[in-house]
């Protein structure tokens, strides 16, 4: 019984299949796309990206065990210098498969797998796309400053300035002003005759 057993065997036997699959392998490292079917594809995506991530620390036992896979000394160098370069940042998923349709002659499932980092096209048109902003519903909240930053700011209105209030003098006041300004004028009127006295005493 073949239970949980999901492997699929591509009805080849064990040699014919890894041969296959080494050759399929060498094919996408060297063009970085190839068409096939769609079972072939999902194996080779198993058996080709755990190559790849060997790739990314180039020392001579990753190179040995690659090259036990591969059995070709250009495809291991192409794909510890080019390739490697191209993914190292890249954590995983060094691959991406295409469905094209059925095949006219037996139906069956055809694709494109190709090595994602080569794809110019796809590239190009991801830059050009705005990020769209991730928003979770109960994430943490904002901190204040955060909040702060975003909001937009609010336009200070200026406030009308108070006028000075000018203070109409008492009536009261206003009497004792004008008393003391006829008193004022009074008393010279009163001194000129003093004058003209001492004038007569002295002649």
Do not use: W
């Not at 299949?17 to 769609?38: D, E, P, Q």
């Amino acid at each position: 019984m073949r239970h949980n057993k999901k492997f699929n065997h591509l009805g080849r036997k064990t040699a014919h299949r890894k041969a296959m699959l080494s050759n399929m392998a060498n094919s996408l490292i060297f063009s970085k796309r190839i068409t096939t079917t769609v079972a072939k594809a999902k194996a080779l995506k198993m058996y080709v990206e755990p190559l790849i991530t060997k790739a990314k620390n180039d020392t001579t036992h990753s190179r040995r065990i690659v090259f036990s896979v591969l059995k070709s000394k250009t495809a291991v160098a192409e794909l510890f210098r080019d390739v490697a370069d191209k993914v190292g940042e890249r954590p995983g998923g060094y691959t991406r498969i295409l469905k094209t349709g059925n095949r006219l002659g037996d139906n069956a499932e055809m694709c494109i797998i190709e090595l994602v980092d080569y794809n110019e096209n796809l590239l190009s048109a991801k830059e050009d796309k705005p990020k769209k902003r991730r928003s979770r519903r109960g994430g943490a909240k904002k901190s204040s400053e955060d909040t702060a930053a975003t909001q937009p700011k609010k336009k200070e209105v200026a406030e009308p300035k108070a006028e000075a209030v000018v203070e109409e003098p008492k009536a009261e006041e206003v009497k004792e002003e004008a008393a003391a300004e006829e008193v004022k004028a009074e008393e010279p009127a009163k001194e000129e005759p003093k004058a003209d006295d001492e004038e007569k005493k002295t002649e």
